[in-house]
Structures are given as C-alpha cells and as structure tokens.
C-alpha cells in the first residue's frame, strides 16, 4: 500500500536563488540582501560590474552601478508580481508610472504588448543597515492575452488580506488567489490570475516553533499545480515527512497538506505557487515570453523599433527623492497607501 506522504508529495528538490517552477509560473527569484547604510545619495559603498548577483556575498549589486537594482529593461508577454517582505523598492515605467513600494507590498504588472520599466532598491537608511526580503514571479499570459495593453496595480501591505490561525501561530499573506476565506486583492483585468478557473495562489507563510497550517485541497485537484518553496528556518514536516530549509517541494493538489514547524526555537517562511497550467508552447528569450520563436523575433524588431513608448524619464535607474514616502503615480495621478491618506485626511 502506497503511504500517504509519498502520495502527497511529488519530489523534493534542493532550491537555487532561482526557484524551479511550474506552468502557469515562468520563473521565480527570491531576493534577500543585507544592504549596508547608504550614503547622501542612497547609494552603496562599492559600484557593481554591471551584471552583479554574487550569491555568496552579503548583498548583490545586480544590474546597478551605485544604486543596486535593475535599471530600464523591457518585457512583453507575461507578467511579473513583486512582493515584498522588506525593503524598499522605486518603480519607473515607460508609461510614465512610478512608485516607491515595500514592505509587504505587492506590485502586479502586466506586461502584455510590451513595456520598459526600471526596479531600484535605493538604501534611504543613512546611520544603519537596509534589509531587503522579496520574490519576483513570472506568471505566463495566454496566448489570448499576450498582446495587451500593459498594465499595473499597486497593492498595499495594509490592505492584503492575512489569514492568521486561531493560536496565532501561522500568518498567511495572500498576495494572490483565496486562502482560508481569505480572498487576495483585484489583479490587473487581463492577468490570468483574473480567471477563476486558473485557481491562482501566491500564498507567504510565517509559522513560529509548534505552528501547524492546513492547506485545503483545490478545486482542480490534480489538474492544478502546487508547489512549496521553503526558504527561512531550519525544518518542518509536511504530512510528517521531515523536509529541510532551502527545498522545493512539488505536492499534488487534490490533496489537503499539514505544514508543522517542527524546530522549538526558529520560526519559518515558505512560499506556496499553484496553479492551473495553460499548456501552451512557451518561447522565450531574455525578457519576452511568447509562444513561438518568429513572435520572440517580431518582439525585438517592435523593441528596436518604437522603445514600447520610450524612456520619459531623466536617468535609468530613477530613484526618487529620499524624503518621498510610499507611493504609486498612474496616469498623472499620485496615490498613497491608505494609512497615509488617513493622516492626511486627519491633518486637514
């Protein structure tokens, strides 16, 4: 007779700093840097070379010279959702959108027809260590969806939903999908995560020492992928299998799952991605995801050609004003999160 770990869980992978994913997902980098102070100008104290990710030192230059992050670069044909633990994070975009976002905030884009956006981590903390926590996730479009009109929602820390267990032990960030009756905020209206039927999950657990959580079963059962990133603490057991820090772990769907943080003294995080696959030829080069390659060639000729719109702002890697709070600027118009609006409303 099988047992039931070894029907529940499909395989155990040592993880990378790039997480091996499943379809609908694309790709997935998890990001965690020990910044150091910044100087007047929100920069570190060594220039990167240029293409900077290091994974055995404290922190990652990435693609920044002074300023860590990733200046302009284009995508077309999926979609990217940034969430954050900690940390800050300036966005700019060939749309003429901007924002400073983090800690715990989400930002859903999607790319669709082609857009050129820039992500830098300015490090505003002068007298003290920047921490910076966050997962970048490729979610794939249809074939349907790929030529959109780009698109993208900022949503707050203060208002994902969180599922927080009776004991208080276990804290479920619903960055997208439903957990628990807890159902994660509007995704932009062409994201596949818009369609019921893709059972989405984005889903940021933090168990303490003794937590337990239940993962229902989907809808889709078997028809849905799901996977475990476990990636803070030492142990947990899933169904009483003992799964070690730094593992990913494909589980069937159809199956409810028990995650218990088994070590007395260090909390835990994981992430869970699911999914319905959408089965399409994937192509992809660099930064677009199409379905064939003569569409991957068609998305450099339209890049070569029209920018997607063009670079409106003064610098490639844009970072905004130290003094400048959270903030998402759409379409000329500026909006803050909702504990700031509650200040402001308060002040006038």
Known sequence: MMSKKASVISCIDPMSSLFKTLDPFLFCAYHVDHFPAGDNLMRAPRKGNGADFNPNAPYRMYHGDDVPGFPQHPHRGFETLTCTVSGLV????????????GEGDLQWMTAGKGIVHGEMFPLLNTNKPNPAKLFQVWLNLSKKNKMVDPCYVMHWHEEIPKYISPDGKVTVTVWAGSFNGKQGLTPPP???????????????FQILPGGTITIP??????????????????????????????????????????????????????????????????????????????????????????????????????????????????DGKEIVPPTVSTTIRSEL
């Open 90 to 101: 300036d966005h700019s975009d060939s749309l003429g959108s901007a924002g400073r976002y």
């Open 190 to 204: 062409n994201s596949y995560g818009s369609n019921e039927s893709s059972e989405l999950g984005v889903w940021f």
């Open 217 to 330: 079963s989907a809808a889709g059962g078997d028809a849905i992928n799901r996977k475990v990133y476990f990636t803070e603490g030492e142990k947990i057991t899933i169904d009483e299998q003992v799964i070690r820090v730094k593992s990913e772990v494909t589980v069937k769907a159809s199956q409810s799952i028990e995650i218990t943080n088994t070590d007395n003294t260090t909390a835990v995080e994981l992430l869970i991605l699911q999914g319905r696959p959408l089965k399409e030829p994937v192509a992809q080069q660099g930064p677009f995801v199409m379905n064939t390659n003569a569409e991957i060639q068609q998305a450099f000729m339209d890049y070569r050609r029209t920018q997607f719109g063009g670079w409106p702002w003064p610098e490639d890697a844009m970072i905004f004003p130290r003094e400048k709070g959270r903030f998402s600027l759409q």
